[in-house]
């Protein structure tokens, strides 16, 4: 076990890139992601690291740049957030329809307008729905482990495809926090080598990335892209739980604590779990048998894994710290209702918007919620299933 | 071993862009790529932005192309060949690739001079060893021929139709080939396909140089242009002896003209076989070509300005 050290959620998403060694880095500027290329770039400048940076004039570029190098045939990493995302949209789904296994970390950021550097999750859960994987952090020790685990996850040769790990902006990635790196050289032999899959620097063997693909065969292309991800559930608890051995800290698809004997249940994901986590504790304390539920792969959902873990509850709240404008709920919100709404017995689900632009989510609002959620498991009636909390008016 | 210059030798190398694309009949665009991927004594990977090129040489399961091939958006294609350059620096540096490869990228004029300019000025701007190659046809002919900022003044498009009101494209082309000269990169060059000879011996010229280079290549286009599909040569041959497309080049900021029409002819004989023009030959539009041939007259004569800057005293013709 390597020793408690105190480091922010950027230096450890650009250590944990440090020991993956990607051949090509290509990023754009941008609050609060910044500071992860800011470190990285001094690991290459030391010769720590054999990357070669390729420091492009927007993120669409260094989005595209990644996917020329990706298909290149070698390993590549990058990290964003926010408006840099959103300006990525378009190549987003490039990057994933092409099976490149591009590396990104995202700092979570509001969106303009109004323009806004807080943190809130509507950049990634905006991208959704592009193809890539998704993983949420909790700190920094989770984004550190995540981003290690992820070029095992995204390079596997049954996957190839792109990742993003999710932080919380500034909660997490300017925060310091105690966590533990772990052993470099087994770190570098646990992420291993780069698995080249059709390289386009292949002179010997031609071919042809991107190609033009009509209605006669683009379903088949849609759905074998959803088949691919049908995959990936299995292959992350693989990879998390190898990482356990090298680590001791496991992971799966996601955290339940004290969810097993629960009554009612919290959902929640990234650094309001922790907050969460504390109340929760206060509540046991008072014989309240209440739990908590913190999504790690976010894309693609573990449907049924979710239901499983949730359905003897009486009543559970989804905290999105986003909305889905004109979707009538959040989006976690919907993914935990479509994974339960075909099970006989279910929970009430209702549904909280906290946290967006940077609001602080505070232990008040997590007893709240859950002084709800007793009531409505004693059958109390639902006042409203979606509430706007922490917000004035 | 270069293969010399001359049809006898040159049909003696492998096509590297096959026939059996959906190019459409009389095009320029192939020709062009046709003479680029000849010209190359290196192995290449290519970028395409999108484009009738890359719509029209990649139709699932065929591929025109006979080497590495990536088409990834409209905007990118020189930020995607930088990002493949990166990659082949890093794993030339780390000893895992030893090819000797160049790297060139194929787009649009609107994918090159409106949508993909940042990422073209950003490549250039970055060192990277690459050839962009910029296919001119005047317009956004894939998507039905809309205005680009290629597009020459008066030409009638889909974007600026000829009404009662408006007479075609109000504004002058934008001169990409001088703003990448003003990157200051190595090798900037412009080229026709009816000067063949001219076209590959730059293309050659620029893959020999290190670090970036931009060539832009006149590419008729009969759908657009509303002209015979048997005219591309004929009608790129008078854009040059017209002095529209002046063949020059400037390497290290030397600037040469390369092909130097025996006589300039007037920029109506290339105007006129053109049904996007046909409106600025009625009487009252008199003003229209008087303009265009005045914008010709001053780009040639600027060009022909920056040129002696450079010719040495007592070396000049």
């Known amino acids: 076990m390597t020793k408690m050290i105190a480091a922010t959620g950027n230096e450890a998403i650009a250590n944990a890139m440090r020991l993956a060694n990607p051949d090509v880095c290509s990023a754009y500027p941008i609050t609060p992601a910044t500071e992860i290329m800011h470190i990285f770039s001094g690991y290459a400048a030391n010769g720590e690291v054999s990357t070669e940076m390729l420091l492009a004039e927007s993120e669409h570029s260094a989005m595209s740049a990644c996917i020329g190098a990706a298909a290149a045939g070698g390993r590549v990493a990058t990290a964003t957030s926010s408006q840099g995302l959103a300006l990525m949209w378009e190549l987003l789904f490039i990057a994933s329809g092409m099976r490149l296994p591009i590396v990104m970390g995202v700092c979570n950021r509001a969106l303009s307008a109004p323009i806004n550097i807080g943190c809130d999750h509507s950049d990634s859960m905006g991208a959704r729905d592009c193809g890539w994987i998704q993983l949420y952090s909790e700190n920094s020790q989770e984004a550190f482990d995540n981003m290690l685990q992820a070029f095992r996850i995204a390079e596997h040769m049954d996957v190839r495809l792109p990742i993003m790990v999710c932080l919380d902006g500034f909660i997490t990635s300017h925060s310091i926090e105690s966590m533990r790196w772990v052993d470099e050289s087994a770190a570098r032999a646990f992420v291993g080598g780069y698995q080249q899959s059709i390289p386009l620097l292949d002179i010997a063997k031609p071919a042809s990335y991107g190609p033009l693909i009509l209605s006669d065969m683009y379903m088949e292309y849609r759905k074998a892209h959803e088949q691919i991800m049908a995959k990936v559930p299995q292959i992350v608890q693989e990879v998390g739980a190898e990482y356990g051995k ?31 986590k504390d109340v929760i ?5 008072k014989g309240i048998r209440a739990g908590l539920l913190k999504p790690r792969l976010y894309r693609p959902f573990p449907y049924e894994e979710i239901c499983r873990a949730l359905q003897h509850l009486k009543a559970v709240a989804v905290l999105d710290r986003s909305d889905s404008f004109g979707a009538s709920f959040g989006p976690l919100y919907l993914d935990i209702v479509s994974s339960l709404c075909n099970q006989p017995q279910k929970p009430v689900i209702i549904n909280k918007i906290f946290g967006l632009g940077g609001r602080d989510y505070m232990p008040d609002q997590a007893e709240h919620t859950l002084d709800e959620l007793i009531r409505i498991a004693q059958g109390a009636p639902v006042n409203s299933v979606k509430e706007y909390i922490g917000v004035r008016g | 071993m270069l293969t010399p210059l001359n049809l006898k030798e040159l049909s003696k190398q492998p096509e590297l862009f096959a026939p059996g694309h959906r190019m459409c009949t009389g095009c320029g665009a192939p020709i062009v790529v046709r003479m680029v991927m000849m010209a190359a004594q290196y192995p290449l990977v290519v970028a395409n932005a999108t484009g009738c090129l890359e719509v029209s040489t990649s139709i699932a399961e065929y591929t025109s192309w006979k080497t590495p091939w990536i ?37 649009g004029d609107g994918g090159t001079s409106d949508i993909g300019f940042q990422s073209l000025s950003g490549a250039m701007e970055r060192g990277h060893d690459m050839t962009y190659i910029c296919y001119d046809n005047g317009a956004y002919m894939n998507t039905g021929i809309q205005r680009s900022s290629a597009t020459p003044f008066g030409a009638d498009t889909a974007t600026c139709p000829v009404g009662s009101e408006s ?72 854009a040059v002896e017209t002095c529209y497309w002046p063949l020059f080049e400037i390497e290290n900021g030397v600037t040469s003209i390369t092909v130097t029409p025996r006589e300039k002819k007037p920029l109506i004989e290339f105007l006129k076989p053109q049904g996007r023009f046909k409106h600025m030959f009625a009487t009252e539009n008199a003003w229209m070509l008087e303009t265009a041939q005045q914008h010709v007259d001053a780009c040639w004569d600027r060009l022909q300005r920056e040129q002696t800057l450079f010719v040495q005293p007592g070396t000049s013709e």
């Open chain 2, 71 to 107: 088409h990834n958006a409209f905007e990118n294609a020189a930020a995607t060949i930088a990002g493949v350059e990166t990659m082949y620096r890093s794993l030339k540096k780390q000893g895992k690739i030893n090819d000797e490869i160049r790297f060139i990228a194929f787009g």
């Open chain 1, 281 to 285: 504790d206060r509540y046991r304390e």
């Open chain 2, 167 to 238: 007479q075609g494209k109000q504004q002058q082309r934008k001169d990409l080939t001088r703003i990448m000269a003003a990157h200051g990169i190595p090798y900037v060059a412009q080229a026709s396909p009816n000067h063949w000879q001219d076209l590959m011996r730059k293309v050659r010229k620029a893959l020999d140089i290190k670090g970036p280079k931009f060539i832009n290549i006149i590419s008729p286009c009969n759908r657009g242009w509303r002209t015979k599909t048997n005219d591309a040569i004929q009608l790129s041959r008078l």
């Open chain 1, 246 to 276: 090298l680590s001791g800290r496991s992971y799966g698809l996601f955290e339940s604590y004290r969810l097993e004997d629960a009554e009612v249940a919290i959902v929640v994901m990234s650094s309001a779990a922790g907050t969460t």
